[in-house]
């Protein structure tokens, strides 16, 4: 049971365009949702994070907006640029009764081309 | 500069065999997590622990078991290998007040034959 889920394994966006990253949720319980950034070779890096009890979160080019009545959290990047092109994946946590475990997606490889 | 090491990046075993992963984090976290990924699936949580000597089945604990006698330092262990736990295994700690924000090693890619 895929309790989080990126429906688009890859996109590809022009250089200086917006990319566009959606991802939709089944468990209610979800609190906190997060998107991890990965390079080829290398382990996911913390890129941005968003609490259920905001709907935007900002930081420089990189925006999560939150629409908990739809379950779904997007990711905006603008402008896109070629060093942006990784796997993207979204995460949520439940509360901490739940322990600190952090539920993945499966992934959106993202291609910014030049 | 943060950082989770793994001891090896690619790894090669035989099926039946004992495997051993290692994790270590110089960020004095109290939370570890093993992960692993495959296509189409994602990160798959597999055990975590948040102190020492303890630990918490995650979402895909069979075959595996885990380790973790100092806070630096989570182990992964495959009691027996077998060839569907062929994947990339990820290693990654986060403080306790920020658990959702979690650092990540760069992976080891361990292949049962």
């Known amino acids: 049971d895929q309790q989080v889920k990126q429906n688009s394994p890859s996109l590809s966006v022009q250089e200086g365009r917006i990319s566009i990253l959606n991802c939709d949720y089944t468990?209610?319980?979800?609190?906190?949702f997060l998107w991890y950034k990965k390079y080829p070779a290398e382990g996911p890096t913390f890129l941005i994070s968003?609490?259920?009890?905001?709907d935007k979160n900002e930081d420089g080019r990189f925006t999560v907006f939150l629409n908990k009545s739809a379950k779904h959290l997007s990711l905006h990047i603008v402008p896109s640029q070629p060093g942006d092109s990784a796997v993207y994946f979204c995460?949520?946590?439940?509360?901490?009764?739940?322990?600190?475990?952090?539920?993945f997606g499966t992934g959106t490889r993202l291609a910014v081309r030049p | 500069d943060v950082k989770v090491t793994q001891s090896s990046r690619y790894l090669v075993k035989r099926t039946g065999e004992k495997v051993f992963l290692e994790c270590v984090q110089d960020?004095?976290?109290?939370?570890m997590f093993w992960y692993r990924q495959d296509p189409g699936l994602g990160l798959r949580l597999i055990y975590f622990?948040?102190?020492?000597?303890?630990?918490e089945k995650g979402d895909i604990p069979e075959g595996y078991s885990v380790s973790r006698e100092k806070k630096e330092r989570f182990s992964l262990i495959l009691e027996s290998a077998s060839t569907n736990q062929t994947s990339m295994y990820l290693c990654?700690?986060?403080?306790?007040?920020?658990?959702?924000?979690?650092?990540f090693g760069p992976g080891t890619r361990l292949t049962v034959t």
């Open positions: 990654a700690s986060s403080r306790r007040d920020r658990s959702y924000e979690q650092y």
């Open positions: 468990n209610s319980m979800f609190d906190y």
């Open positions: 968003i609490s259920s009890i905001k």
């Open positions: 995460a949520a946590s439940a509360p901490k009764s739940s322990g600190d475990k952090l539920t």
């Open positions: 960020m004095d976290h109290e939370n």
């Open positions: 622990s948040y102190d020492v000597k303890m630990k």
